[in-house]
């Protein structure tokens, strides 16, 4: 990421020389006072949109790490619910469809999503948990009451899912994402055209907006795709929640 970013920045450098080589542009500081305030309203303009972007695609990863936390936190907490039904052969029934639903999220790495598909697999996995609850048979008010509560923590856990799926496979309108990259391309060639009059302060002033510039881009294009990149989110949870049920029932 740091080094495309240099890289980006030496282009912009080398943009900002040719463009003092063959257009002149030092030769234009009497418009210098027009620029400045150009820049300073296009400048404001521009850093509210970035930070809005920037802020947007965090607040989704975050949003979806938190949701794939919830989902392993919720399928040890069904396997929970039942050891209290008192019934080894539904505990272990259960047990058996939630590591197969974890192993399969687990060994996929989330490729399917990070492609912007859905895994097939998952949901028919998923499925079979309600299959095994549907078919539970009880005939006390204790295996009632606990039944009940199975049933919803299966009901809210496939709703943490589905969300967790929604969010994983939604990604930054491209109108906006055009819109950032067009107006970071004209706040740069104004900073390249700009008529410094010392030569090394307009290339370290290209050179520093054009890193920053594609860090941004770095970013947002990281963040945008949880499942790609520097910043990318795994399947440990699932595999932590398998361990605690391995280890700690």
Same mark, same amino acid.
């Given at each position: 990421m740091i080094l495309r970013s240099l890289l980006f920045a030496a282009i912009a450098v080398t943009a900002s020389y040719f463009s003092r080589l063959y257009l002149h542009t030092d030769s234009f500081i009497a418009d210098v006072g027009a620029l400045s305030a150009f820049l300073s309203v296009f400048g404001t303009l521009y850093g509210i949109l970035a930070a809005f972007v920037v802020f947007e695609v965090w607040n989704q990863y975050n949003h979806i790490s938190e949701l794939i936390d919830k989902e392993a936190q919720g399928l040890e907490r069904l396997y929970?619910?039942?050891?209290?039904?008192?019934?080894?052969?539904?505990?272990?029934?259960?047990?058996?469809a939630i590591a197969e639903y974890a192993n399969i999220i687990i060994e996929g790495k989330f490729e399917k999503l990070a492609a912007g598909l859905r895994n097939?697999?998952?949901?028919?996995?998923?499925?079979?948990?309600? +299959?095994? !609850?549907?078919?539970?048979?009880?005939?006390d008010d204790h295996d009632s009451i606990v039944f009940e509560q199975i049933v919803e923590h299966y009901g809210n856990l496939g709703q943490i899912r589905t969300e967790r799926m929604n969010q994983s496979l939604s990604r930054l309108p491209v109108l906006l994402k055009s819109f950032i990259y067009i107006a970071s391309f004209l706040a740069l060639a104004t900073f390249v055209l700009m008529p410094f009059s010392n030569p090394y302060y307009a290339f370290l002033s290209v050179f520093i907006i054009g890193f920053l510039q594609a860090m941004i881009f770095n970013? !947002?294009?990281?963040? +945008?795709? %949880?499942?790609?990149?520097?910043?990318n989110l795994t399947t440990e %949870?699932?595999?932590?929640?398998?361990k605690h049920i391995e280890e700690d029932y």
């Open positions: 929970r619910l039942t050891l209290y039904f008192r019934d080894d052969h539904l505990t272990a029934q259960v047990k058996s097939v697999d998952h949901g028919l996995a998923f499925r079979k948990i309600a +299959d095994i !609850i549907r078919h539970v048979e009880f005939d970013i !947002i294009e990281d963040l +945008d795709n %949880p499942f790609l990149g520097h910043w %949870p699932f595999a932590r929640a398998l």
